[in-house]
């Protein structure tokens, strides 16, 4: 987990109880082998004296299975703060009692030991795992030369897995991405929902980390100023998305 500091004991019981009253949407991550990391979201539904229970986990609009034992790392937010867990998974598939007359499919994990509040990001990073898929087209370019790339460069496809106002995550294709670098720079084209203008930015590779058994990669960038094209315009474009999908994603949870 990122730099962080433990919630106090006493703390940590009305935080867990709140979000569960909330049923507080999640990022669920955990390592299916090999060091291959993936990621689904979920909420959080209620809990007793040993276990909490979330709801059956999602990535890309597809129930995840997991398994007993199964390490999990659980990230919520909640009041403009961002918390995370360490768990393992107790029952696997389990009938969650939201109240009187409505039972959904989830998973108990473990109460856990700690809780601890994550190091705040300078933008919010809107998660889009288990959305409806937002595409991307990406290529590879030269900050130095004008903002412009040859007409037969190579591109690539990719999904949109989250976003801020100051980069994006992809999910690109494992062969696309074998000789990718860190720092190296590119460009991308996407549309987002209900905003009128496609978005062409240009962005430096951060970092990449297996997911899909290896057949996939999650590529982390971040856009940089780019004098062709309005990037605050973009900027505010993305920010109202991201604000009306945190309010979406607050409705359908509660």
Known sequence: MPAATAVKPERQDSLLKEVCQRNTSAELQFDRGG?????????????????VYVDRPQSTGKAVLLQQD???????ALGGSRYA??????????RVR???????????IALPSEVRE???????RLSLAGQG?????????????????????QRFDARLVNLSAGGVGLLVAAEDTKEW???D????????????DELQMMMELRHCRSTDNGLSTVAGFSFFSWPLVPMQAYERDIRRFIATEQRRQIRRGR
């Open 35 to 51: 060091g291959v990391v993936e990621t689904a979201r979920t909420r959080l539904l209620t809990l007793d004296g040993e276990h």
């Open 70 to 76: 199964q390490r999990l790392v659980i990230h919520f």
């Open 133 to 153: 898929a937002v595409v991307a087209m990406v290529h590879r370019g030269c900050r130095d030369c004008g903002g412009s790339a040859p007409i037969d460069v």
């Open 181 to 183: 670098q860190a720092r």
């Open 185 to 196: 720079t590119f460009f991308i084209s996407l549309c987002l929902p209900e905003v009128e």
């Open 98 to 108: 939201l109240n009187a007359s409505q039972q959904v499919v989830g998973i108990a």
């Open 118 to 124: 994550e190091q705040r990001r300078s933008d919010f």
């Open 85 to 94: 867990f360490r768990s393992r998974v107790v029952r696997s598939d389990c």
